[in-house]
């Protein structure tokens, strides 16, 4: 069974940090692409950042550069999204997903989804 299953999320002040978990399935976490993606209430559903773990090239949204990083970790088929100096316009759900091809920053492109952990920043 494929499965992303997200964890991490939480209330924090603005300018804290918080480390997102995604504990993928061997399936999943063999994917070309690995990614997290994030909606906020009332907004589309955008791609935050993702990683090609064959060669460890790295993709980040614009707003989210030099804050976020997205890391794996191998051994335990875990993938990590690392969010420092968070504001609260990156409140919002986040989820993990992966794709069998190029990385997208469509949520529809990507083949496999996990159901998202909460994440909210006070001001």
């Known amino acids: 069974q494929v499965q992303l299953v997200e964890s991490g999320g939480g209330s924090v002040q603005a300018g804290g940090s918080l480390r997102l978990s995604c504990a993928a399935s061997p399936t999943a976490f063999g994917s070309f692409c690995l990614g997290w993606f994030r909606q906020a209430a009332g907004k589309e559903r955008e791609g935050v950042a993702a990683?090609?773990?064959?060669?460890?090239?790295?993709y980040y949204a614009d707003s989210v550069k030099g804050r976020f990083t997205i890391s794996q970790d191998n051994s335990k088929n875990t993938l990590y999204l690392q969010m420092n100096s968070l504001k609260p316009e990156d409140s919002a759900m986040y989820y993990c997903?992966?794709?069998?091809?190029?990385?997208?920053?469509?949520?529809?492109?990507?083949?496999?989804r996990g159901k998202g952990t909460l994440v909210t920043i006070s001001s």
């Open positions: 990683i090609v773990p064959a060669n460890g090239d790295t």
């Open positions: 997903a992966a794709r069998d091809s190029y990385c997208s920053v469509s949520w529809r492109d990507m083949d496999y």
